[in-house]
């Protein structure tokens, strides 16, 4: 593979992609046009009404070290579902530098990503950072899943081009 084309700055770049991601959680993309609508979905949150209920998500990156490319990560941007008071704590937060120190939250992860077995409804701790900085998640380590091992152990840079092929063809 000798480049691609970033999907945030239209660039092409060289070498592997090292971050991908939904712009949206599942449900978002399932929903009918009257529920998105509705619902609201920014770069970072998500609000919709499914069925009578109300659902809240927020984006994040589930990283993955790169064990032969040392310090690097690779990085799945992905969509948690949270509870509203979650949701509520980290929005009151989002601008505060201090946002860093909050405590985690518990939340499932809400996009199917390219592996054998299903990503979603994986346990998970959403950890807040600084503001720029997408939130981190963590992944339940109980949960017996390859998705949770690499982000445990880490994958090679072979395992990067398994995923960029899987994911750009």
């Not at 499914?50 to 969509?79: C, K, M, N, T």
């Amino acid at each position: 593979m000798n480049g691609w084309q970033c999907g945030t700055c239209g660039q092409q770049h060289r070498g592997l992609a090292t971050v991908f991601g939904a712009q949206a959680p599942d449900v978002w993309m399932h929903a009918s046009a009257t529920e998105r609508e509705a619902g609201e979905l920014t770069g970072d949150m998500c609000v919709l009404e499914v069925g009578g209920e109300r659902h809240y998500f927020l984006r994040g990156h589930i990283e993955i070290p790169l064990i032969d490319a040392q310090g690097e990560v690779f990085s799945w941007s992905a969509w948690v579902s949270l509870s509203q008071e979650s949701v509520q704590k980290i929005a009151d937060h989002w601008d505060d530098p201090a946002r860093a120190s909050m405590p985690p939250v518990f939340g499932w992860l809400s996009n199917e990503l390219p592996y054998d077995r299903p990503t979603t409804s994986i346990a998970t701790h959403v950890h807040s950072r600084e503001p720029g900085l997408v939130p981190y998640i963590e992944l339940d380590p109980s949960t017996d899943h390859p998705l949770v091992r690499e982000q445990a152990t880490g994958i090679s840079l072979h395992r990067l081009a398994e995923i960029n092929q899987a994911v750009m063809g």
